[in-house]
């Protein structure tokens, strides 16, 4: 019943940028938590960066100061500016979001299909 479109995912060089979005769709009250999760292949998949609705945030230690996180909850929408990109950035980003239905349902998690993006030098 929800639905996390993903775009944005590309291939830069090392100092690059690029702007993930990630837009929920469907029937639901509430997108409590927002944000980005990123696994490469044979590793657990790894925080990168959450957002709350009132705008709490955390970050992986890794990407503290390069990546910033944004939401537009008008819109059910979660977005990842990704500046200094080096290659150990590399990996499949999957957008994530903790979803209330509605107000009497326990919220559920979310995740989108994953977009990649490499950093290659």
């Known amino acids: 019943q929800v639905q996390l479109m993903e775009s944005g995912g590309g291939s830069v060089q090392p100092g690059g940028s690029l702007r993930l979005s990630c837009a929920a769709s469907?029937?639901?009250?509430?997108?409590?938590?927002m944000g980005w999760y990123r696994q490469v292949p044979g590793n657990q998949r790894e925080l990168v960066a959450v957002?709350?609705?009132?705008?709490?945030?955390d970050y992986a230690d890794s990407v503290k100061g390069r990546f910033a996180i944004s939401r537009d909850n008008a819109k059910n929408s979660v977005y990842l500016q990704m500046n200094s990109l080096q290659p150990d950035d590399t990996a499949v980003y999957y957008c994530?979001?903790?979803?209330?239905?509605?107000?009497?349902?326990?919220?559920?998690?979310?995740w989108g299909q994953g977009t990649q993006v490499t950093v290659s030098s």
């Open positions: 994530y979001a903790q979803i209330y239905r509605t107000i009497y349902e326990s919220p559920n998690d979310h």
């Open positions: 469907g029937n639901f009250r509430t997108a409590s938590v």
């Open positions: 957002e709350t609705i009132n705008g709490g945030t």
